[in-house]
């Protein structure tokens, strides 16, 4: 099933609500098994094999070369990294403002009904 063009512009205002965060790149540690919307796997199989997880090291598939390979296409999770405080950055990077953890749930459930 091919998310809506209302799905994704939808998908896109979620992510458009999340705080900037300059980014350091240094949170790899943290790539490990993730959960995401049936609208963002759809969104991110259609360019490219979905993300999948190393049995021994629980990183992330995506992860290559100390990066994420779909740094554009990654899931809400991914993109709440840092910028909830109980998701803090361990290496210092700071978002322009903080989102509360019923802001982040609210966007996690956002996403979640958008393909059912």
């Known amino acids: 099933m091919k998310p809506?063009?209302?799905?994704?512009?939808?998908l896109q205002a979620i992510?458009?609500?999340?705080?900037?965060?300059?980014?350091?790149?240094?949170c790899i540690e943290a790539?490990?098994?993730?959960?995401?919307?049936s609208a963002e796997l759809i969104r991110?199989?259609?360019v490219v094999k979905p993300p999948t997880f190393h049995p021994e090291t629980l990183t992330c598939s995506k992860l290559q070369a100390q990066e994420c390979s779909i740094y554009s296409l990654r899931p809400l999770i991914c993109r709440l990294w840092g910028v909830v405080k109980r998701m803090r950055c361990p290496f210092g990077c700071q978002p322009e403002r903080w989102l509360s953890e019923r802001e982040s749930r609210?966007?996690?459930a956002?996403?979640?009904r958008l393909v059912r």
């Open 4 to 10: 809506s063009f209302h799905s994704a512009d939808t």
């Open 15 to 26: 992510y458009d609500a999340i705080p900037k965060i300059d980014c350091q790149r240094k």
């Open 31 to 37: 790539c490990g098994p993730i959960l995401m919307s």
């Open 44 to 46: 991110i199989s259609a």
């Open 106 to 108: 609210e966007l996690l």
């Open 110 to 112: 956002r996403a979640e």
